[in-house]
């Protein structure tokens, strides 16, 4: 069963938004005291990722400002200074003539929120990190993207034009809006831009559910319903690990342009679900689903199986992109066993009627139904 680009593009990788309550540093992940306290203003700071961010920030001495339009909840200490402003309405009164070390840009996919903050943050910064996507490369049926690669086509008239709001009406625009958003980055602060492409990103506090589903699920029990052979890819990241890696990134001064996924070595999809379910004690048992069946039965990759695409054909390099360059400045990974636990323990914590509905993966009777035609099939 074959996944295209444009398909997993409207799917998408958009990071859920969430406000985490404080976790443990990863260990060994410090990359040792940095050389120089930081003036960072975290653009957004409130999502999945920027929360974290803040606390390691502050953990490492620097000061931290965020900016954002203040409708989020959080629990930063008074040390960190709030700015207000709608990037929407390009509103940046309250950046005008501030000057930081580094600005972290976590939200933006849309050109036009990068060029009208680079009205305001150019000359005022020496260093610009832009979170974008792996979702920007154009043909994810190779091995290896990295910073050379070919990177999605947008189709439409004016990428100036485009909204957050027009995007989320059509994701397909995500990858291509992103890849136009980094060349703008690039543009608007020459030599002194950094690219950070993540993978699907995971954790405690993930709203999409998009991984959580496995935990959760295995840790029900019972017969499991599998996607594949166990033998695909699957690239992923700890958002706590992409938040540390991208503070030490600004401590570096490390420019150009990295992929931030894991872990460091291939891992299959079978040894994903076998590891979340050594984290459980629900004995829960691995049914592996032939691709072919999924696609007969109408079952789709990442949403219904999520976090698995086939490794073959179209998606084959879609959980191989290159992290040599990213390992090489410093990419660190908690164990699986350490975020499944903690996402587990995570979801858990929330309200009944939100543990009753994941956002993604196979409602019970569903997964039941697979199993059963398929156990007569056999």
């Given at each position: ?237 700890d958002a706590r690990d992409l938040a540390e890696w991208t503070v030490r990134m600004a401590e570096q001064r490390a420019f150009g342009t990295y992929n931030a996924t894991g872990p460091d070595y291939e891992m299959t999809m079978a ?28 079952v789709g990759a990442w949403m219904d199986m999520p976090v698995w695409v086939p490794g073959q054909g179209d998606s084959y390099g879609f959980h191989r992109v290159d992290l040599a360059p990213s390992l090489a ?50």
């Amino acid at each position: 069963m074959e996944t295209t680009r444009r398909e997993l593009l409207k799917l998408g990788l958009v990071a859920a938004g969430a406000t985490l309550a404080p976790h443990a540093l990863a260990a060994g992940s410090d990359g040792g005291a940095p050389a120089k306290k930081l003036r960072i203003l975290i653009l957004g700071g409130t999502g999945f990722t920027g929360p974290h961010q803040v606390r390691y920030a502050l953990a490492r001495g620097h000061a931290v400002s965020v900016f954002n339009r203040g409708k989020r909840s959080n629990d930063f200490p008074a040390s960190v200074e709030q700015l207000r402003g709608d990037r929407d309405s390009n509103d940046y009164a309250s950046l005008k003539d501030r000057d930081w070390d580094v600005v972290i840009d976590n939200p933006t996919a849309v050109p036009a929120w990068v060029r009208d903050a680079a009205a305001v943050l150019k000359g005022h910064t020496q260093h610009y990190i832009f979170i974008s996507t792996v979702s920007v490369y154009a043909d994810s049926s190779k091995a290896g993207n990295g910073a050379k690669s070919a990177l999605a086509p947008y189709e439409g008239k004016d990428a100036y034009a485009e909204t957050t709001a027009t995007m989320r009406a059509n994701m397909a625009l995500y990858g291509p809006l992103k890849a136009l958003s980094e060349k703008e980055a690039e543009k608007q602060f020459p030599g002194i831009a950094t690219v950070i492409r993540p993978g699907l990103i995971v954790g405690p506090g993930d709203q999409t559910d998009r991984f959580t589903y496995w935990p959760v699920r295995i840790a029900q029990g019972g017969d499991v319903a599998a996607p594949g052979d166990g033998s695909d890819p699957v690239q992923f990241i700890d958002a706590r690990d992409l938040a540390e890696w991208t503070v030490r990134m600004a401590e570096q001064r490390a420019f150009g342009t990295y992929n931030a996924t894991g872990p460091d070595y291939e891992m299959t999809m079978a040894a994903m679900l076998y590891g979340i379910r050594a984290v459980t004690t629900a004995g829960a048992r691995l049914h592996w689903l032939p691709a072919s069946y999924l696609e007969a039965k109408q079952v789709g990759a990442w949403m219904d199986m999520p976090v698995w695409v086939p490794g073959q054909g179209d998606s084959y390099g879609f959980h191989r992109v290159d992290l040599a360059p990213s390992l090489a400045k410093g990419l660190t990974y908690r164990p699986l066993a350490t975020t499944a636990a903690d996402t587990l323990a995570w979801f858990r914590t929330l309200p009944a009627e939100r543990q009753a509905t994941l956002g993604a993966g196979l409602k019970a009777d569903r997964e039941k139904q697979l199993l059963a035609e398929f156990g007569k099939k056999a």
